[in-house]
């Protein structure tokens, strides 16, 4: 076996300040995603001028990466020892992607099998370094590097990110970097989404239309799309990738050994190709390229000319991308065209499908019996799982697990990416400054706990779940800095469970481990979200009494607070363990250390009412992507985030009417019961539209009432119930009862279409 050496040439950096300093480097490991085996040795590696560094022709890719880092080094050493950085081939261990890196006080040795396996050693090595290694130059006198043995090994085959650049566009220079970000977490799948009804982003030379027409709205949508009534910046966006730029940008995925996906939409979210191509369409009418978001009721119909323009633009699809997959989208095409489409009726008939469900499930395996001719196969979310699933197709569970579970059981593989822990376009904070976002809460601790095995699947069953993938939709990030803001760091901890598994997983130690690797993100330039200093609060109740807990995951820390709403300081209350809650009030306060404020003030508003306290029971669970604080939630005096439904205080049901019973110690006086309901229609999101009110006093006197809601008041909706009583006189009332119904199915073309509606419901206030 020839092997490749190379003694690093390390310059001098010439200074009139002197020499430069040893960088503290800590002692724990400081490696994200952590590995699965770690044994700690005595004594150090010191890289000097001497190094070596040694590989295979096979390993040359991460060979050179690793002389690429060590370059960096401007090293001012007198050391005579030598020292070296080897690599093996070990064609014997067992999963492709393993690698075992053995850290010696002169030997370095990094084996695998495979030329993925050896790169992922060499970003656990840049990571065990200094962040300092991430600047075009790293001023060390010295480098030392603990003697350690890891074994390691990846708990998913797909690890993945994606991007949305439909709807707003970035460079390739700054899609290389998403890329060079993913490859340090050993993430190697980067789903592109390309096409969309908001632009059409991949030149296609046999329809030169779709670039010249498709790739370009007339205006955009300003503000949220909830936002009534809607506004336009007025101003033409697009755009498109030539095929010399994608050719380019998967040549240099792969040599960080990462596949690109490409994502084809169809049948639905073609809007944009119907506007250069109307003919595709049903109606044969021009329409526009979409300039808002949402799901809108233009679709492919069903023809042998959609199948030949299809099957053209996948031929030069596949030309460019070499993956196994390609995704071909499947999700969220409204059906109503085609219910009143002859050509797709009459082909219903001819096939002997039972509706247009079966006519999607159609258009989805031929899609799938081209693809599979040319040697691919499809990914696609869990739509297509509708009216059959295709023969080899993957699914990209994202509506929860239901699809997951459907698709593992008949033996199909399957990619997690629900919207409950892995929609990184949703809030990440409570915080009332966050940049405008889609709607939704997942903050990072929600996303590092996420299993992507679902519960109801067997051992067998479970083969199936390949991984995981976290989802950057971008309609509300116009900018390259925001993408970066919504993806870090939640793409860390999606790196650790995807990497790592369950088993080795501690968020307390991640988050230590997240603290010290901020300055390697900032040393990349890379504009992450740091909510590691965010502060959070619990109300809790005991018999007759209320208090308020307060926790930082940040060790070393303290905590400030008022209770008058003022900003806290570095003379406010101390923080120790609780805070009485005796009355109506407003905690503020911040996290601190060495006498400077270090996170931002978290403010919390908290309104005492006759319910707090009071047993609280609901006849259906919550779904357990959106359980908030339990049922006990909707009674502790905290009101949920007029943005993020999916924050600890807002309740999520899926599709269920629900009765929901609050119960007194003893019997009180009441005037009022107050709540309220999320109303976000672009998330499935629907108010309801009337609630049956019981009341029962302590002797049984009963008393009922309905109330009706205006649903289309905007995305909250609010009930407010008064007592029409006599003055000076009282209702007394032990039990109350609030019966729910759900919606309903959302209407043809909205946003879910066919799908059962959300109900969130936040505080319920009596008063």
Known sequence: MQFKKICLLLFLSISCFGCKQEEKQPFEIQVIPIPKHIQKSNGYFILNSKTIVEFPEEFEVAGKFLEDLLS??????????????????????????????????????????????????????????????????????????????????????????????????????????????????????????????????IEIKKYPKLNEISSFREETLVGHYNDQPHQFDGKIYGGFYTQDQIKDLIAYAKERMITVIPEIEMPGHSQAV??????????????????????????YCVTEETFEFLENVLDEVMKLFPSKYIHIGGDEAPKIRWKNSQVCQALIKAKGLANEQELQSYFIKRIETYLNSKGREIIGWDEILEGGLAPNATVMSWRGTKGAIEAAKSKHDVVMTPTSHCYFDYYQSENEDEPLAIGGFLPLDKVYHFNPVPDKLTKEESKYILGAQGNLWTEYMPSENQVEYMAFPRMLAL??????????????????????????????????????????GKMISEDT????????????????????????????????????????????????????????????????????????????????????????????????NDNRYGDKEWLGFWGDDIEILIEFKEEIEMNSIKTRFYNGNGQWIYAPRFIDLDFVSAHGVKLRDKIELETNEGKIVNMDYQFNKPENSSVKVKKITLSIPNYGKILEGKQGAGNKAWTFIDEIIVN
């Open 72 to 201: 960096k080094l401007s090293i001012n050493t007198n050391s005579g020892t030598s020292n070296r950085i080897v690599f093996i081939l070990n064609s014997e261990m067992t999963n492709e992607e393993a690698y075992h890196l053995e850290i010696k006080k002169k030997l370095i040795t990094i084996s695998a099998k495979t030329r993925q396996a050896a790169f992922y050693g060499v970003q656990t090595i840049r990571q065990l370094l200094p962040a300092s290694f991430e600047l075009d130059k790293a001023p060390l006198d010295k480098v030392k590097i603990p003697c350690l043995n890891i074994e390691d090994e990846p708990k998913f085959s797909y690890r993945g990110m994606h991007l949305d650049v439909s709807r707003h566009m970035y460079s390739i220079e700054f899609i290389k970097k998403y890329i060079d970000a993913m490859a340090m977490l050993k993430m190697n799948k980067f789903h592109w989404h390309l096409t969309d009804d908001q632009g059409w982003r």
């Open 274 to 299: 119907i506007a250069a191509y109307p003919e595709l369409g049903c109606t044969g009418e021009s329409v526009e390229v979409a300039t808002k978001w949402g799901v809108f009721e233009e679709i």
């Open 495 to 536: 790196s650790e469970v995807v990497w790592s598994g369950t088993e080795s997983r501690d968020y307390i130690d991640f988050v230590k481990r997240l603290e010290y690797f901020h300055e390697r993100l900032d040393n990349l330039n890379i504009n992450y979200a740091n909510h590691l200093y965010d502060l959070n």
């Open 545 to 640: 009494t209320q208090y308020f807990k307060l926790e930082t995951l940040t060790d070393g820390k303290e905590i400030r607070y008022t209770l008058n709403g003022t900003s806290p300081k570095l003379n406010s209350t101390l923080y120790k363990d609780s805070i009485p809650v005796l009355e109506t009030m407003t905690i503020s306060a911040a996290v601190f250390d060495n006498e400077k404020q270090i996170g931002k003030t978290y403010i919390q508003p908290i309104k005492l009412h006759k319910a707090i306290g009071a047993k609280i029971s609901i006849d259906k669970n919550p779904h357990k992507a959106y359980l908030g604080s339990g049922a006990e939630g909707l009674i502790n005096g905290i009101r949920g």
